[in-house]
């Protein structure tokens, strides 16, 4: 009997790969955090308009460039649900299998381990990413029931979401091929972590008109794309009209959750590219690993 496909095993590790991951305990937790996160809102949104009410009230631009900031806050928050999720099923994508023996006895067969690593590399982005679009969706769907407000670019803003995952699980994956799944699950999260912190950084660089401090930002957009594309998502759910009008001040401030610029073409090519190489490097690793 001849071998499978490549394309064929990379499917099947994929399918496989999303049903177990459904199965993990760590998708329980992200779902109680998504579910307490959408509570949240749905209480705190109400309360803010009241509480804009009470205060005088604001402008229609300045309400929209105020339920735009809090949206990016919340989006913010499940970003970082997402990233907690996808780093610690990335972990145990090599490294744990490897410790198990489940790896041997898989590749004991006529498999490609790139073909395998490729497979659970597509799973997991098949599952981030449509967690992502699922919860981003009903969170927005939650900020519209309450206050009426719907990001102008709302497709655009989850898809950036979704590419942030897929980013963070490259970068999980690779790590899982060279250390164990607690620390790949842990030095992702950090990663991500220290990459948002940059781009404050450089945000503020940009607010003091100070290039040195500024370009902290945009070198760690280039080494991690994961801010990068937050700050492209949080354009595409701020009001443009709004942004122009009353962000000037704000972003000049160091909004951490305003953004002046939707992403370029060139950047988002960057993005694609950084995916490929990192995975790549994962399977290459991979290939050099005593099992």
């Known amino acids: 009997m001849s071998a499978p496909g490549r394309p064929a095993v990379v499917l099947t590790i994929a399918a496989l790969t999303v049903r177990e991951a459904v199965r993990r305990r760590v998708l329980r937790a992200v779902l109680g955090l998504t579910v307490a996160l959408l509570v949240i809102t749905a209480l705190g949104f109400p309360a803010l308009d009241a509480a804009e009410a009470d205060s005088g009230g604001l402008t229609t631009g300045e309400g929209r460039l105020v339920a735009g900031i809090v949206l990016n806050l919340v989006l913010f928050g499940l970003s970082l649900i997402a990233a907690l999720g996808t780093a610690f099923l990335a972990g145990p994508t090599v490294s744990g299998e490897v410790e198990s023996g489940t790896a041997l006895a ?11 690593l490729l497979g659970k590399w597509l799973g997991l982005a098949v599952f981030g990413c449509g967690f992502v679009a699922v919860a981003g969706s009903a969170q927005l769907l939650v900020v519209l029931a309450t206050v009426g407000y719907w990001p102008p670019h709302a497709a655009a803003g989850l898809a950036l979401l979704a590419g942030q995952t897929a980013v963070l699980l490259t970068l999980g994956v690779l790590l899982s091929t060279v ?14 972590g220290a990459t948002w912190i940059a781009g404050v950084v450089g945000g503020l660089g940009v607010s003091l008109r100070s290039d040195a401090v500024a370009a902290v930002g945009t070198v760690s957009r280039v080494l991690l794309p994961t801010d990068g594309l937050w700050r492209g998502a949080m354009n595409a759910f701020q009001d443009p009209v709004a942004l122009a009008q009353f962000g000037g001040p704000a972003i000049e401030g160091g909004v951490p959750f305003l953004s002046e610029a939707p992403l ?3 950047y988002l090519a960057w993005v694609a590219v950084w995916v490929v190489a990192v995975l790549a490097l994962a399977v290459v690793a991979f290939q050099r690993r005593d099992l």
């Open 106 to 116: 898989v590749l004991a067969r006529p498999v490609h381990r790139s073909a395998v």
């Open 179 to 192: 250390t164990s799944p607690l620390a790949s699950g842990v030095a992702a999260v950090g990663l991500f």
């Open 264 to 266: 370029s073409g060139a």
